[in-house]
């Protein structure tokens, strides 16, 4: 039998059928948009807290120390592969006050390799990168906390958390030269040293809110002068003044992983965006396995009644199918046919499912929010970027085929059981 | 053309663990000619329908063999016989058994769309056919739409449509009147004539058993020697 003959032949029985037919397809259909439902909210939530990490940080930046507080050594690092670029950046023990006329800051220094820093892609908000000694690049919220003193009291009085700074520097600081000391926390006075710095640029805005940036970034030939003046002033060695941190910067995201696990092997602690991520997508893994599971389920029930139709359909046409047999059908051809209208009943139900589900995920990422923005309060909602149900085209495929094959088989026995019947029983069948 | 060698076949009957044992065929042998048209006559529970459903493939007889066109059929498997059937046999039944959801155009069709002939070509034969045995009118009518005649006419088309050597009827005539049963017998020796159609045909009425070539006489499972007369 040609295959437009196949489907012509079952297409006439779903017609001669219609109700039952429908009925079926309808809880295929609720059972297929029900899993697929479910698991869309381990999809969305996954993608949600990903997109919070993504945005979080410099996506392509690995974190490495040694286990042992050697050295780490740069040199064979910079050899690995993808590396683009490996910052140094120095913290110190110690405040460093930034003057500029009547107003100061007390801040953090860091010091750091300019050349470095501009392969690992450092972002400006204005200005630019360093290029003699005593220029230097300052934190985004750097104007806005040179206060002055009366400024500086003004702002202890208010305890509101939210409340706009007050004061501030206004103007750009680019080209301005602040003059720069140094004060241990131990001590109420800086240090008579002085030196002067030329701003040349700004960081970026932070990407996290509540995150002030009010560093300066000095250039790391700094490092041993510093040393000087401190013991100098402090009359000890602080072993602890100097704390370093080493971020390796990789060319793109895609490289992060591979970037991670040969610096693994290199013995390394490494701490990087992909080691979050796939700690994530493990437990995700194992959620949307769950919520797949109680979803086939549904699917399962849904499948009962597939079969019920289809045994129905055989006992119905017993005397049809012993006619087909007897004219010379084979019961591979037989068995074809009742598998067709099953699996013909699991795709349409899967069809309306997928489409169904997209209706209900999208309704429920526009109508969610404004409930939940609702109940917590207008403002608090706004930053947040929740996707309550995401359907990716891997869960269509994955429900497409557990609810095909379920239809399948579930259609299977009845199959099996029209390929049975006996032509002689069937021909003496009451017309 | 057929040959049906020493056939015996024995039935259980009754409840589970009281069967009793039924021999309903007991060593048939006989052989039909290519271009015959036999008559099975005998008594209800003779055992004329077993034996025309073991030469068809429709059961498997206890013993014996059967070779139809050359080629035993007891061993085959049923996927073989289905198609076996397809290619060489025709039936025509006593109710008929037309699809009912079928029109009598897609009730002959049907044995062409099993072989998978493609629908240009199944359109015209199938209209051929319907000219011949007088259905054209009434091509796009249901069975339940149908005289009885018509419904055995559209049944012998469904029957010769594939052009099979054999075909085989189980009391062609049992269900019609006087009247439409001549027409139909008329009918049978026409294609016998003119296609060359062998035919073998069940019955207890002995008008149909007189357009035979050949009759045989069933009694108790028996071939009745001495009754094989050639009547025309
Ligand atoms: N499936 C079966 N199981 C058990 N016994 C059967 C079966 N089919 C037929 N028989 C028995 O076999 C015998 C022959 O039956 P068969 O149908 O061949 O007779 P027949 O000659 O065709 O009769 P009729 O002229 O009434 O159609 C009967 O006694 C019947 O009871
Ligand atoms: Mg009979």
Known sequence: MLFKDQVDFVSQHIKKNKLRVFMTVLAATMGCAFLIVLASIGFGI?????KEILEDQAITEVEVYTNNGEALDISQISEVEHVNAIVHRTSMDIMAVSQLDERSLEGNMLLTNFVEEEKSNLQLSEGRMPTKENEIVVGY??????LTDAERKEMEKITEEDAEPIGGYKESLIGKTISMSMQSYEMDEAFPEKWDFTIVGVTEKPARDWFV???MLVDESWKDKFQEVYEANAGNENPDLFYSSTKIYTSSLEHVKSVTEELKEMGYSVYSVSEQLEQLDVFFMAFKIGLIFVGTIAVLIASIGIFNTMTMAVTERTREIGVMKAIGASPKLIQRLFLMESAWIGIIGTVLAVIISYAV??????????????????????????????????????????SISVAMISGWRPARKATKIDVIHALRQEL | MIQVQNVNHTFLIGKKGKEKKVPVLKGLTFEVEKGEVVAIVGKSGSGKSTLLHTIAGFMSPEQGSIIVNGQETVHLNETERAKFRLNNFGFIFQNFQLMPRLTAFENIELPLKLKGIAAKKRKTSVQLLLKKVGLEEVADHYPNELSGGQQQRVSIARALITNPPILFADEPTGSLDSETEQDILLL???LNQTMGVTFVIITHDEEVANIA????????????????????
């Open chain 1, 213 to 215: 940036d009010t560093n």
């Open chain 2, 213 to 232: 070539h050949r009759k045989f006489r069933m009694h108790d499972g028996e071939l009745v020697k001495g009754d094989t007369s050639n009547v025309i």
């Open chain 2, 188 to 190: 049978i020796q026409d």
């Open chain 1, 141 to 146: 919220q750097f104007a806005e906390n040179l």
């Open chain 1, 361 to 402: 995920s999208f309704l429920a990422n526009w109508i969610l929010p404004m409930v939940v923005g609702a109940a917590l309060g207008e403002d608090e909602f706004q930053d947040l970027s929740m996707t309550f149900s995401l359907i990716p085209w891997q869960l269509v495929v994955i429900a497409s085929v557990i």
């Open chain 1, 46 to 50: 996954q993608d949600t807290m990903r």
